[in-house]
Nanobody, 121 residues
Framework: QVQLVESGGGLVQAGGSLRLSCAAS????????MGWFRQAPGKEREFVGG????????IDADSVKGRFTISRDYARNTEYLEMNSLKPEDTAVYYC??????????????WGQGTQVTVSS
């Protein structure tokens, strides 16, 4: 079993930056495919992007391409989401997720509780 805990959310002004962290415990996630999701009020959950066990990352959400970056630290067993040039429409609860396998997917096995990101205008 894997437990995931997000941190780093908060209130920022438009144009600002924020780094979210997802710390994993229970076992190493070094061979797991990991990802980030977000969900704004009244909207469906959106897949932001993922990162493979080899460190290859990609952003799937067109609205954040060029602004968000996913990375991971194997020694710390942690996944990160770097968010730059934040916009009010980025306001959402952000969730990290991990798969039991290294295969890229949007069907994840483990989920964090989420962290709120609010971007003011």
């Amino acid at each position: 079993q894997v437990q995931l805990v997000e941190s780093g959310g908060g209130l920022v002004q438009a144009g600002g930056s924020l780094r979210l962290s997802c710390a994993a415990s229970g076992r190493s996630i070094s061979t797991s495919y990991m990802g980030w999701f977000r969900q704004a009020p009244g909207k469906e959950r959106e897949f932001v992007g993922g990162i493979s066990f080899t460190g290859r990352s990609r952003i799937d959400a067109d609205s954040v391409k060029g602004r968000f970056t996913i990375s991971r630290d194997y020694a710390r067993n942690t996944e990160y989401l770097e968010m730059n040039s934040l916009k009010p429409e980025d306001t959402a609860v952000y969730y990290c997720a991990a798969s039991k396998t290294p295969i890229p997917t949007t069907n994840f096995d483990y989920w964090g509780q989420g962290t709120q990101v609010t971007v003011s205008s």
